[in-house]
């Protein structure tokens, strides 16, 4: 049976909203998903909340009350709040009406099994939550089995990013790794490393690409290192017809992996 | 010669700090842009802004001189001022050395020529500013002419999209038009317009694209209106191979435009 928490000074309300800190993330090893769309997502991943908020009156949705029921079969806690509540714990305006607490994934690169997937997504010093929850989004579209950071990245379970990714946070793997240890783990096996950058000179249709493919994109601002664009196999450009030369960091990401997918697809190897 | 305004009382900084809000947007017709480097993409499009404001000290940077001669000869007022000021106008926690006030685009639908361009891009009901300026941004880099904004859809002046388009803001025509004005006005001319939707089965890849080609996006949550979808010319999808089955409007935006302006390219008709 779900229990009520209606106080503001209540610990556990204390508690989950500072999980919106980085800090009090690592510590506890848990992180905050919002609505029941990305809460669905996720249950049907197989990831079920720790603590489950939501707001009581009126008719319950199916998918709240099979969240609520699965939530406490496997052992976590549901609990009836208020909208006040909730807004004050996710901190937006017009807060969902229901938050899950889940338990944060292991980010070892030793844990990425590149059988699993044909394609991979490699994000340098990315710096901002919605771009790289998007491009979580995009790697769940793509069919990548996951996103390696390489580099001081913005946190991928911060609530921003969280909320970016719609529920694919939980479809794709992720690993953290210095620049040093992905490269010494990527040449230890099969895959090519696909740079994007404004400094190529070859189209991005232009190469066939083999599985599996690493996408590696930089940072916002800077795009990738010199040092490590020599490293990659290959270096292509997406072309730009525009005067500013630029495309947001993850919607290159994406124009790169439709590319890559849409080759597959059309030799019937999807 | 540029004056000074350290003083967070001076009713210029009141005045430009309450162009955050839409509603002293649209009574004055300006709009507020950050960053040398998006001021600078204004410039070389033509556009300098009314007022100009920048922090003090050191050497400046060559392209900052040429904004402030040449914004002083265009009859507007280049303001030195603090670090302090521009995050209190700005509203960043790091916010960028130079700000500029910009008169706001005329957004009248009758004044799209779409002979100016092959492709143009259509929102309809877009909520977030992120991902309008992402669109904007796209838009520049496949050429297009312009974004067309169907419904209520967010200000395109707002800070958060003038920041994500990155300047291309001021290559990109914008319009506004009720759904009804924008389709009597495509109809009038020449033009297929291409909507992207969940519910089509027909794969983005396998239609040829004509000139001029309007892409039709829907809203981020609900996706474009049945009687809307009723309406395009063709109905596509782009294909998804994870669980989620969704993409992020500005993503989706840009794997369409890329497919259009890669066909006109193997073509040779770029």
């Known amino acids: 049976m779900p229990r009520q928490v209606t106080a503001f000074s209540n610990p556990l309300v204390k508690q989950v909203r500072g999980l919106r800190d980085k800090k009090n993330r690592r ?18 991943a197989g990831f079920l909340p720790e603590i489950l908020f939501f707001t009581a009156g009126g008719d319950r949705h199916p998918l709240l009350e099979r ?11 549901a609990i009836e709040t208020t909208a006040d509540i909730l807004h ?3 901190g937006k305006d017009n807060p969902q009406t229901v938050l899950g607490v ?21 994000a340098q010093a990315l710096r901002d939550p919605g771009n790289l929850g998007t491009i979580l989004r995009t790697g769940d579209a793509v069919g990548a089995g996951g996103l390696i950071l390489v580099d001081e990245c ?30 010494a783990w990527l ?10 950058s404004l400094n190529a000179t070859r189209d991005y249709q232009e190469p066939r690409y083999r599985k599996p493919a690493f996408i590696l994109v930089g ?40 590319e890559v997918i849409n080759q597959w697809r059309h030799a019937g190897n999807i």
Chains 1, 2 share one sequence.
Request: hydrophobic share 50%.
């Open 27 to 44: 510590r506890e090893g848990l992180f905050i998903a919002e609505g029941l769309r990305i809460l669905t997502e996720a249950r049907e």
């Open 67 to 77: 969240l609520i029921a699965e939530t406490e079969a496997a052992g976590g806690e």
């Open 88 to 90: 004050k714990l996710s």
């Open 102 to 122: 889940y338990r944060a994934f292991d980010i070892g690169l030793e844990r990425i099994d590149r059988a699993q997937a044909d394609l991979w997504i490699v």
């Open 154 to 183: 913005v946190d991928p379970f911060s609530v921003e990013a969280v909320r970016a990714t719609m529920g694919a946070l939980f479809t794709q793997k992720i690993a953290t790794a210095s620049w040093a240890e992905f490269l």
């Open 187 to 196: 040449r230890a096996g099969r895959g090519e490393l696909i740079g994007t």
């Open 219 to 258: 940072n916002e601002a800077q795009g990738l290192p010199a040092a490590y664009e020599a490293e990659c196999d290959m270096l292509v450009k997406v072309p730009m017809l525009g005067r500013a030369d630029s495309l947001n960091a993850a919607v290159a990401t994406a124009v790169m992996a439709y």
